[in-house]
């Protein structure tokens, strides 16, 4: 059983984590460009991906050696251990590497295969989002989701629009954006900070990565969202997230399957 006085040490050390990854990725976006690869599945990763989750890897390693790690510029290490940090050093890279601050260094720890504590931090605004499933804290204040009811009222994001209509049925998909009040592509981890602090209502992407999903159940989880896939089934181990307050959840969720 994961004790509440080690989870406080997890959450410092997080901070900690957190200040490092800032101050290298905030560095690379004060420069005009930044090198860029393609990865075999074509999505691009810059030297500040890499040299932020190198540096973290460095710290986990020498703070906690027996901890496990999984990330996406450098697989993995010790996946089976008891505690598993996931690392995803700069997500919405496309973001990063086109200067628009909608990106941010997302991480979190597992225990026992079950996600317990996600940070999203974002170098530009010096906002950070930190999570434990049972609240959820924006810069030291506790949020919560907002209280919307309905779709029809509801600002919905999501990460990419073309990924919504080529993994998921269009017309329900269309359904659900014709029906929200507003709709924005406010994506990768700035959106879910945005409805975990009440600023958006509702979070849908079609597709998303292990490395991503587990720092951001416990923040969402935190602060009072209800997180599913699209189906509607658990999103522990799914490939898609639906996120917003149990009841414009439900309501979104009944469309996507309508």
């Known amino acids: 059983m994961l004790s509440e006085k080690y989870l406080e040490e997890m959450k410092t ?10 101050e290298i990725v905030a560095g690379y976006h004060a420069l005009p460009r930044t090198e860029i690869e393609i990865k075999a599945d074509g999505s691009p990763v810059t030297v500040a991906d890499k040299e932020c989750e190198r540096r973290l890897r460095e710290m986990i390693r020498k703070a906690f050696p027996s901890h496990g790690i999984i990330g996406e510029e450098f697989g993995n290490e010790n996946a089976d251990a008891e505690f598993v940090w996931s690392l995803d050093p700069v997500d919405g890279t496309k973001s990063f590497i086109s200067r628009v601050p909608l990106y941010g260094i997302l991480f979190g720890l597992l225990h026992e295969g079950k996600p317990c504590l996600g940070v999203i ?33 509801a600002l919905l994001l999501t990460t990419d629009l073309l990924d919504c ?8 998909w269309n359904a659900l954006l014709h029906r929200a009040r507003l709709f924005r592509t406010w994506g990768d981890c700035c959106g879910y900070m945005m409805v ?12 998303l990565s292990p490395w991503d999903l587990y720092p951001l159940l416990p923040i969402l989880e935190g602060a009072g969202a209800k997180v599913s896939d699209w189906r509607g089934n658990d999103a522990l181990g799914a ?7 149990p009841r414009l959840h439900d309501a979104a969720l009944k469309i996507l399957l309508s």
């Open 196 to 207: 975990a602090a009440g600023r958006a209502d509702l979070m849908a992407d079609p597709v």
């Open 165 to 172: 209509e080529e993994h998921h049925p269009r017309e329900n």
């Open 13 to 22: 050390f997080a901070g900690t984590l957190a200040d490092a990854a800032r």
């Open 121 to 153: 931090d974002q170098p530009v605004t010096r906002e950070r989002i930190v999570g434990d499933g049972k609240s959820a804290e924006l810069n030291g204040r506790r949020v919560r989701v907002a209280e919307t009811p309905s779709v029809e009222q």
């Open 239 to 245: 490939t898609s997230v639906l996120a917003a307050n």
